[in-house]
């Protein structure tokens, strides 16, 4: 028998084989590991088909549905890596490219495409070079000083609205970029120190916690990932020390806390450039859990009537995903109700570097809501003054000061916010086929009885929270 | 659609291969490539479908009526017609713009500047109707009666867009009778394999770097990083335009259809008269064939025909005066060789081949920057720029040595070198080609999942 006789039906058997499997796999419609929306198969119209967008939208499909993609990905990365030697360099630079098609949806609240949102307000600032030195990636952004004043006016205004029934903080935590161990980077922590001090300065009733004062002495620790563009635990537990010392509380000790450790975390930074030796210096995830109890609903953006279950720590979500783990990733609005019976209560505002800050709050205070500044359309200054709200903490990411954008979304809070997205009607919610169903979809329970969210993630998130 | 795209290789191809073998009869077949010709030119542009059968059915029925009139006025009036057109055609939607702005440069022009997309591929199609509405006058072809047959011949997915251009008489006698070959399949799918191999593993490679250093702030660029993204692109231009015609010509063998080389080891070139006999070899034919011999050839004002030639050259590959200097250059450097060809034959090859190497590879700063400006800038930093090492540049060719080794290899003409070897290595062919095949495509597909860099850089023509 021919040789050719035999091979060629054998790789167009090959090839076919790739549709079938596509058509009878299991479907997915999120990347965990790019952080984004999987294209999904288009509907016919003739405007798009004359458009060229309706070929184009299969050919997305073809690229984002092939069996085993996130697999063939990594394979991707060993090509690559097989492209060259790699002399070991301390320290270089890549170029990153723009994100890829759709991002994720981070306007249905409780979707999976909301807890994975926390790449969106870091990825629209933050592509370009970035620098690798030991496997770890920096961004070289680093503050910017001129923003500052207007930071702190937003913040002036809030003080001065809530003056006598509620204090406010500053607890803005500074860029890796100030922690970059090359002493020829020193240029950019001081951006960062100057970035900080400015809104320090202009403080005019706002609380200010010397973040970065409290990491600069704990910066033989691991303060920020490698891999992700956040804070570690042991970051944020800086944050948490420098807002504990403004605000009078004596912190909790991470010995007295409960230490879990999880490995191989990708994140933000390694999706970003997808760079070997990035993948070879993966990061451990390591977090504290306090030892108190505490429960966590989530909130639609704009509603307080159809709470969701969820939970303070997720501790299912692992590889690239690890950060969700803390209040389950972002939402535009989570309360957390603790068994600290002592009448206390916090709002924070923050942006997903407040995820982490936020969870050692629940030794604290026995009513915590946590608004995300980009998502949320609740009236914060509302619920303030209901929930009778002792203290207002900003707690974010220095990115989320530096925007005329992101302190204009933070003023607006106060009555409304604005969000990050246009509002949806109750029929866009319905027609969209997220992996979650949006909160519409769940049947009204009665009184404030908490609403399941879906049932594969409910069920991980309370095997996940026994004991708090 | 693009032949390195997902879609193409996991579900239009299998299906259409699928699909053409299903029958044995070869109406049908042809049918049936022809569908799949006209949904694979419409899944990014559908409008233009519209052109493309305008212009072959126009040069059908132009091919019949030159035949039917032949030695009369009226032959020379139809072919006349279809020059006309299909040169208009051209003219309007590739020049249209380039004309306004050199005529709106002296005048006011009383309308605005036409803004039409380019039609992919239309400077290929065109040229093959043309062609054969030609050969047909010249009684060089006969007159294709079958209306099916002459439309795959014009829309024929494997060349439609990107080339080689295929001439009628190559073809002519393929239309209505292709042996079914196995040996003929497989290697069309080998050729595929290696095409599509060039083109993801090397192309886009190489152009992620071009664009981290001529895609730059220019005047950070230093003299050694613009010689070595120039050389870059050089590398990334011949492994994108020759993987993809090893493509077409792959995927015409699995249809059965044997098309003309395109390419031919450019970069072994000793000569820039050699290298063009060795680059888009279907091009230059058609020029020499088309316009050079009509001229005059080496008859008759050769100068002027060399410049006539290689300024239309110029001009086919965009509607820039870019295009047209980069042709010229060449036409400059023809007519050196020729006049220096006694000098030329007493020197040794290895520095005619590093002259030839040079010239060409300068040449594609002008192939590059459309914009003058740009180019004066570049040129300004290649001659007189820092002679740095920038920080990044030895680092990404550490990273990338074993795949620009590769690209060295591959230029290598090793079919010249050792001309048995082929015959020599036939039964180890027999067993290596499959595991090679799978491992090519394998590769290229791993490459291909998540990669958003991926265009054809001669689409734009």
């Known amino acids: 028998m021919k040789a050719s006789k035999l091979y060629t039906p054998l790789v167009f058997l090959a090839l076919l084989a790739v549709p079938i499997a596509m058509l009878i796999g299991e479907k997915q419609s999120i990347s965990m590991d790019e952080k984004r929306k999987l294209a999904e198969w288009p509907s016919f119209s003739w405007e798009d088909w004359t458009s060229g967008a309706y070929g184009a939208a299969i050919d997305d499909y073809f690229d984002d549905h092939l069996p085993v993609r996130e697999v063939v990905m990594h394979w991707a990365d060993g090509v690559k890596y097989a492209w060259g030697v790699h002399p070991v360099v301390a320290e270089r630079k890549v170029v990153v490219k723009p994100a890829k098609r759709e991002p994720l949806d981070t306007s249905k609240a409780g979707s999976d495409s909301a807890r994975m949102n926390y790449l969106n307000d870091f ?10 030195i030991d496997g770890a990636v920096y961004t070289q952004n680093s503050g910017n000083p001129a923003m500052s004043p207007s930071f702190a006016k937003m913040l002036n205004e809030y003080a001065e609205k809530l003056k006598g029934h509620t204090r406010v903080f500053s607890c803005v935590a500074p860029l890796s970029s100030a922690f970059i161990p090359v002493e020829k980077y020193g240029h950019l922590r001081q951006r960062n120190k100057s970035t900080l001090e400015a809104i320090r300065d202009n403080l005019q009733g706002p609380i200010f916690c010397d973040v970065m004062g409290e990491m600069l002495l704990k910066q033989n620790q691991k303060l920020f990932f490698g891999t992700d563009h956040h804070w570690t635990a042991r970051g944020a537990y800086c944050g948490y020390v420098s807002f504990c010392k403004a605000a009078g509380f004596a912190p909790v000790k991470l010995e007295q806390m409960t230490r879990k450790v999880k490995t191989g975390f990708l994140g933000s930074l390694y999706s970003l450039t997808r760079d070997a030796t990035v993948r070879e210096h993966a990061d451990t995830f390591e977090y504290f859990k306090p030892r108190i109890e505490a429960s966590a609903v989530r909130f639609s953006e704009s ?11 997720c501790e299912s979500f692992r590889g690239s995903a690890c950060y969700m783990t803390f209040i389950c990733g972002d939402a535009p609005l989570i309360k957390i109700t603790t068994g600290v019976k002592n009448g206390r209560k916090a709002a924070v505002v923050k942006n997903s570097m407040g995820n982490a800050f936020s969870v050692y709050l629940i030794s604290h205070y026995e009513e915590i809501w946590v608004f995300d500044y980009r998502y949320s359309k ?17 707690a974010l990411g220095m990115y989320g000061a530096m925007s005329n954008g992101t302190i204009h979304m933070m003023r607006k809070l106060g009555e409304g916010g604005v969000g990050m997205r246009p509002r949806r009607t109750e029929s866009d919610s319905i027609q969209s086929d997220s992996l979650i169903p949006a909160p519409s979809q769940i049947p009204a329970a009665p009184n404030d009885s908490v609403i399941p969210l879906v049932p594969d993630v409910i069920d991980k998130i309370e095997n996940d929270s026994n004991g708090e | 659609m ?41 899944w990014g ?6 052109l493309l059968a305008f212009s072959s059915v ?38 249209g713009g380039f004309l306004y702005d050199n005529i709106a440069y002296f005048i006011k022009l009383p309308f605005a500047r036409p803004e039409v997309d380019l039609p992919i591929g239309i400077s290929f199609y065109t040229f093959q109707t043309v062609s054969y509405t030609l050969d047909v006058y010249r009684n060089e072809v006969k007159a294709q009666k079958n209306f099916v047959a002459f439309m795959m011949f014009v829309s024929m997915f494997p060349q439609l867009v990107a080339g080689p251009i295929v001439r009628y008489n190559a073809v002519e006698d393929q239309l209505l009778k292709r042996d079914f070959n196995w040996d003929r399949i497989w290697s069309g799918v080998n050729r595929f394999a290696f095409g599509l191999f060039k083109k993801v593993f090397i192309a886009n490679a190489t152009g992620a770097l071009v664009g981290k250093y001529l895609d730059t702030q220019l005047m950070d660029l230093t003299s050694p990083d613009a010689w070595i993204g120039i050389t870059l692109f050089s590398i990334q231009l011949y492994f994108d335009f020759s993987g993809y015609s090893d493509m077409a010509i792959g995927l015409a063998r699995m249809f059965g259809f044997e098309l003309e080389e395109n390419f031919r080891h450019p970069y072994a070139a000793i000569s820039v008269a050699d290298f063009y006999r060795r680059w888009h070899i279907s091009l230059g034919r058609f020029f020499r064939d088309y316009v050079y011999i009509p001229l005059g050839g080496n008859r008759r004002m050769q100068d002027r025909n060399i410049f006539v030639v290689w300024a239309l050259t110029g001009l086919w590959h965009g509607a820039s005066w870019n295009f047209v200097m980069w042709g010229l250059y060449f036409g400059v450097f023809m007519l050196i060789e020729k006049y220096s060809m006694p000098v030329l034959n007493k020197t040794p090859r290895f520095i005619k081949h590093i002259y030839t190497l040079i010239l060409i590879v300068f040449s594609r700063s002008i192939f590059y920057y459309v914009d003058f400006g740009q180019l004066q800038e570049f040129w300004r930093h290649l001659f007189y720029g820092r002679a740095a090492l920038s920080e990044g540049m030895v680092l990404d060719l550490y990273n990338h040595c074993f795949l620009l080794a590769l690209a060295v290899l591959l230029c290598i003409p090793w079919d010249e070198i050792f001309p048995s070897a082929e015959q020599r290595l ?11 095949v799978i491992a090519m495509m394998l590769v290229s597909t791993v490459l291909l999942v998540g990669d958003t860099y991926n265009p054809f850089i001669y689409f734009r023509f």
């Open chain 1, 123 to 132: 990825d629209e600032s933050y592509s370009g070079e970035m620098l690798i």
């Open chain 1, 303 to 313: 509603s307080l009537d159809r709470p969701m279950k969820s939970a303070v720590f």
């Open chain 1, 378 to 394: 609740h009236v914060m200054l509302d619920i303030i003054y209901d929930r009778e709200i002792d203290d207002l903490i900003f």
């Open chain 2, 2 to 42: 693009v032949f390195s795209s997902l879609a193409f290789i996991y579900g239009f191809l299998p299906l259409c291969v699928l699909l053409y073998y299903a029958t044995k009869v070869m109406a049908i077949r042809n049918l049936t490539l022809l569908l799949f010709s006209y949904l694979f030119y419409a």
């Open chain 2, 45 to 50: 542009e559908p409008f233009w479908v519209l």
């Open chain 2, 58 to 95: 126009f040069d059908y029925a132009n091919g019949l009526l030159i035949a039917k009139f032949r030695g009369t006025w009226k032959a020379k009036g139809f072919l006349i017609g279809s020059i006309v057109v299909n040169f208009g055609m051209l003219a309007a939607f590739k020049y």
């Open chain 2, 426 to 436: 036939q039964p180890a062919y027999k067993w290596l080609s499959l595991p090679a």
